[in-house]
């Protein structure tokens, strides 16, 4: 087949938005321009608010304090271009950094650390944006440090009385804080107590921070001032809104893949496939089921870097392949070689499932040697007439595979969380097996499968058939690695179409506890308050189940002391609620006091299946409640058990003796048993 004559440029695009792009960070260099891929969210809010409460239009007299507050990638930066945008572009102002360079001319290399906003042709400066205070003004400097910058940069903005835009992670911000909160010198400025404020807001805070507070000054721009803040770790793409799909459909517009429709390789095109495959509403929703389960299991959100990575990856592959050449090139030279495998593992299903896998082979390299070694003998048997099999199995022997190395190794790495995720990792239905390894069936999922897996599943059958004229003691071996090569494909195709993976039932049911934690408590439903109940009890049963001598509501304090009594019924029962930790996909058990402790989507795991079971109790990984049991038992101390005059009982065991404590009435009834 003929190099294909059209190419499609959005690819291109796409790739500068993987990890190692020049569009995966947001910076003033590339503010001017919209973001490729580009959905409202609800920080769009902040933006329009902030567009016009931080300039003096209208005869505003108070300035506005905002902090965007978040890990990086979640979009600090990104939100912080489209408010320089707009107020370029619609309020006429003017951005430009240190130096007074405006933003449009700042080479490509400049990151500034603070930027100045003049509104119309005002010599002084309305507010100032710090687009990133984890980084310092000069990085050469031999005293480096981040909250420094940030604290200069406050009294600076409190002097000049104007508005200022902070983006930063909450690590620069408490830091700062911590350094300082006892140096008299500084404690007392009004702008140090405005830093005070916001650390001790918490991470659930979003809008404004107490009342405007005054300047106080003769020349300032404005005369007071509104703090507010945002903390973006708190908004997942998955779970609380539809920010990752409004992604994938902006990716997959049919303004960006138009011009493949007369492509002459579209029909073997791996990335027109997936384009085809994300437009399907029943596969998107699979996918993003999985992303999801894959988020609840990390415990840590899928930010928009990662999102945008994951996209470009699964529309564009991996710019590693490419070297000097356009992606449509490389689609190109593989069909005209018959590089098919090539094709296959840049599958959406592969690009998510099995990215570790060169040409779809074991990721272990001895398990993968061995595999190539049989095929190899396999390859040596085959006659002239099968040209297609012999000219994609050459490719694999003589070729340099796809990249492994594809970014977002956390979710996508060998050891990643959608390896975790492997549905092989558990028993799957006798079922899933027979249609999609043994009995492939074409005919339900019209319109996934493509030509790629069509030259897959030919050239499978024919090395099969080809297993006659091996020799009958390599015929078993040859057979093993050829079903695990087609295997890792067609189970990976399934596993994708179906939504399958491990722990599905339970990461799906987190998943909702997540979202209806989040609910406010007078909108929840009779039967969503009955399973925030049930959650409770079960918490509340699985520690009393890990006590040395199984009681009800009992506390072990100690390896030969152990709580219990009807005071330890009322006082310390364990209570589910919504972590308010920011960049956190889990949730907190609390307990009387304020203590508390995290339950994280494995606890949750090992709890349904111990409770629905019939593990044993010591099967249980006790790391996993140990931060659950220690509050207890500090919430035990707090609630000063041992000033109680009734209903408290202390067993104490040791030397082959066991002494209850008893107290009622105000006495203590001591006895042996």
């Known amino acids: 087949m003929q190099l294909a004559e059209v190419k499609n440029d959005f690819l291109i695009e796409l790739l500068t938005l993987q990890q190692d792009g020049k569009n995966a960070i947001s910076a003033p260099t590339n503010w001017t321009k919209k973001p490729l891929l580009e959905v409202e969210t609800e920080i769009d809010e902040f933006i329009e608010d902030l567009e016009d409460s931080i300039l003096l239009?209208?005869?505003n007299t108070t300035a506005r304090w905002h902090f965007f507050i978040g890990s990086p990638g979640n979009g600090k930066s990104a939100a912080i271009g489209k408010l320089c945008r707009k107020l370029i572009g619609e309020k006429g102002c003017h951005v430009r950094d240190e130096n007074n360079t405006a933003i449009t001319d700042l080479p490509n290399t400049v990151v500034p650390y603070a930027l100045s906003v003049y509104e119309n042709d005002n010599k002084y400066a309305t507010a100032q944006i710090v687009q990133d205070a984890s980084v310092v003004r000069n990085p050469y400097s031999s005293n480096v440090n981040p909250a420094n910058e940030l604290l200069y940069t406050l009294e600076h903005a409190w002097e000049k009385g104007i508005s200022l835009i902070v983006c930063t992670n909450r690590g620069v911000l408490e830091k700062a804080?911590?350094?300082?909160?006892?140096?008299?010198?500084?404690?007392?400025?009004?702008?140090?107590?405005?830093?005070?404020?916001?650390?001790?807001?918490g991470t659930a805070t979003q809008g404004t921070i107490g009342e405007a507070r005054s300047f106080n000054g003769h020349k300032t721009v404005f005369q007071e001032v509104k703090i507010s803040c945002c903390h973006m770790d708190n908004r997942s793409l998955l779970l609380e809104n539809r920010n990752l799909e409004r992604l994938i459909q902006e990716a997959t517009s049919a303004r960006y893949w138009d011009v493949c429709n007369v492509c002459n390789c579209r029909e073997l095109c791996p990335f027109y496939a997936n384009c085809e495959w994300l437009k399907n509403e029943m596969a998107r929703v699979n996918i993003l089921m999985i992303l999801r389960r894959a988020e609840v299991l990390s415990g840590q959100i899928i930010v928009f870097r990662e999102a945008l990575a994951i996209i470009s990856l699964i529309l564009a592959g991996c710019p590693k392949d490419y070297k000097n050449c356009h992606p449509c090139e490389w689609v190109s030279n593989a069909i005209?070689?018959?590089d098919v495998f090539a094709l296959g593992v840049r599958r959406v299903y592969m690009s998510l499932l099995a990215s570790s896998s060169p040409y779809g082979f074991e990721s272990t390299l001895p398990l993968q040697k061995k595999q190539q070694e049989k095929l190899?003998?396999?390859?040596?048997?085959?006659?002239?007439?099968?040209?297609?099999?012999?000219?994609?199995?050459?490719?694999?022997?003589?070729?340099?595979?796809?990249?492994?190395?594809?970014g977002v190794t956390r979710l996508l790495g060998a050891s990643g969380i959608i390896a975790s995720l492997d549905p092989c990792r558990e028993a799957l239905p006798t079922d899933f097996y027979g249609r999609w390894e043994t009995d492939f069936q074409v005919e339900p999922i019209e319109g996934l499968i493509t030509s790629i897996e069509l030259a897959c599943i030919e050239i499978w059958k024919e090395l099969e058939d080809g297993l006659e004229l091996a020799s009958e003691l390599m015929a078993p071996e040859i057979y093993w690695a050829l079903k695990r090569w087609s295997s890792n494909f067609l189970l990976r195709f399934g596993t994708l179409v179906e939504g399958?993976?491990?722990w599905s039932n339970e990461l799906d049911t987190f998943a909702k506890l997540l979202t209806l934690m989040a609910t406010a408590q007078e909108s929840r439903t009779l039967e969503q308050k009955r399973n925030i109940r049930q959650l409770d009890l079960q918490i509340e049963s699985l520690l009393n189940m890990t006590l040395k001598e199984y009681r009800e509501d009992a506390v072990q304090l100690s390896e030969t002391v152990i709580l219990s009594g009807k005071w330890v019924h009322e006082k310390l029962k364990a209570k589910v609620k919504a972590n308010e930790e920011s960049g956190s996909v889990s949730l907190t058990v609390a307990f009387n006091g304020g203590e508390q402790a995290v339950l994280g989507s494995l606890?949750?795991?090992?709890?349904t299946r111990r409770l629905d079971g019939n593990m044993d109790a010591r099967c249980f990984p006790q790391e996993l409640l140990s931060g659950a049991k220690d509050a207890r038992v500090r919430a035990a101390s707090k609630g000063k058990y041992a000033f109680e005059s009734n209903d408290v009982e202390l067993v104490i065991t040791g030397n082959d003796e066991c002494f209850k404590l008893l107290r009622f009435d105000g006495e203590v009834?001591?006895?042996?048993e």
Do not use: C, Q
């Open 500 to 502: 399958r993976s491990a």
């Open 177 to 201: 804080h911590r350094d300082y909160h006892t140096d008299s010198n500084i404690n007392s400025k009004p702008w140090f107590k405005v830093l005070a404020a916001v650390v001790s807001e």
């Open 603 to 607: 606890m949750y795991l090992w709890l």
């Open 57 to 59: 239009l209208n005869n």
């Open 336 to 338: 005209t070689r018959y």
């Open 669 to 672: 009834d001591v006895s042996n």
């Open 376 to 406: 190899r003998k396999l390859f040596d048997t085959l006659d002239e007439g099968k040209s297609k099999s012999r000219d994609a199995l050459k490719n694999i022997f003589d070729s340099t595979p796809p990249s492994t190395d594809v």
